[in-house]
């Protein structure tokens, strides 16, 4: 992760800062883990795109036995286009995915 833009960032409250991959990593993913108090309904996600290109949002139990994959929450959708990558453009943006909606 960027050291200046850390996962941390995705759980800031009072502004809005962005989670960046390092310059130098060119695996070209980015993965985070959070894990929540408790178990809670999650009824809607806001994403802030910041040149990502494809997300997708999985979910499970910290009860579950370790080779329990997680479930889908949020199948692969695209943010933005390859003409978008390409061109530099349509980098930022805000999706909101509701229950039972993409």
Excluded: H
Aim: hydrophobic fraction near 30%; charge should be negative.
């Amino acid at each position: 992760q960027d050291p200046k833009y850390p996962a941390e960032n995705l759980l800031s409250e009072d502004t809005v800062r962005p989670w960046l991959g390092c310059p130098q990593d060119r695996s070209r993913q980015l993965s985070v883990e959070l894990q929540l108090e408790r178990a809670s309904p999650i009824g809607y996600v806001d994403i802030g795109n910041y040149g990502c290109a494809f997300l997708q949002i999985e979910v499970g139990r910290s009860s579950w036995p370790r080779d329990q994959p997680y479930l889908t929450l949020v199948p692969t959708v695209t943010l933005m286009t390859p003409d978008d990558s390409k061109l530099d453009q349509n980098r930022c943006g805000v999706r909101m995915f509701k229950e039972g909606k993409d």
